[in-house]
């Protein structure tokens, strides 16, 4: 089953919902990210209805960390580019109320398969154990989403699911955007949901 529906227990990660990768910053890239917007809050009513839990995988990086000192600044703690989407914040408050939700933070973020215990993107692959299936969405697809992707096949083997919703993602730029799909399918064995988005 690719689809979000209450005939099973799912986790729906969206990755990277931020001001900084959508709509503002030296990395935003506003003409792509913004028609995606709707699609993600599309997805969490999806989600809320079918009584799926929610995480949500955000970043924020200091002006010392490693990252910084190799890309553009981006993200930066004090900012207004870490602020999770306006748009999603209302529909994210009742699910706060009924424990569905997990913000998972990173300042220096790691991607690595096998990550130190303290990296919050392992604490969100060990969530992600609680459920059937995991589906993922967000951006950038090259990086942030792949390196998920990776992370959540890695631990999870082959007993659950994980689904990327493809209309619900987005990259650098189409090339990167296709290979990085590709990878996720081909190697990591997710599978791709090339569904409309209820909008």
């Known amino acids: 089953m690719t689809t979000i529906s209450a005939d099973a227990k799912g986790l729906l990660i969206l990755v990277n919902p931020q001001n900084g990768i ?25 989600a809320t209805g079918a009584g799926w839990h929610v995480a949500l995988s955000l970043r924020m990086h200091d002006s010392t960390d490693d990252i910084i000192q190799t890309l553009t600044p981006h993200l930066l703690r004090g900012t207004t ?48 154990f609680n459920f059937d299936q995991v589906h993922v969405a967000g951006a950038w697809s090259s990086a942030d989403l792949l390196y998920t992707v990776a992370g959540l096949r890695f631990h999870l083997g082959v007993d659950r699911q994980v689904v990327v919703w493809t209309e619900a993602a987005f990259g650098y730029d189409a090339e990167s955007h296709d290979f990085a799909v590709r990878q996720m399918a081909v190697v990591l064995g997710a599978v791709l949901c090339d569904e409309k988005v209820p909008l």
Do not use: M
């Not at 503002?24 to 999806?46: I, M, N």
């Not at 215990?117 to 604490?123: V, W």
């Open 81 to 128: 580019e870490p602020r999770l989407l306006d748009e999603l914040r209302p529909l994210l408050k009742p699910l706060e109320e009924e424990g569905r939700v997990r913000i998972f933070e990173a300042s220096t973020f790691d991607h690595a398969a096998y990550a130190q215990e303290r990296s919050s993107n392992l604490c969100l692959r060990e969530h992600a």
């Open 22 to 46: 959508y709509r503002e910053g030296a990395l935003a890239d506003p003409k792509a990210g913004e028609p995606h917007v709707p699609r993600l809050v599309g997805l969490v009513k999806l």
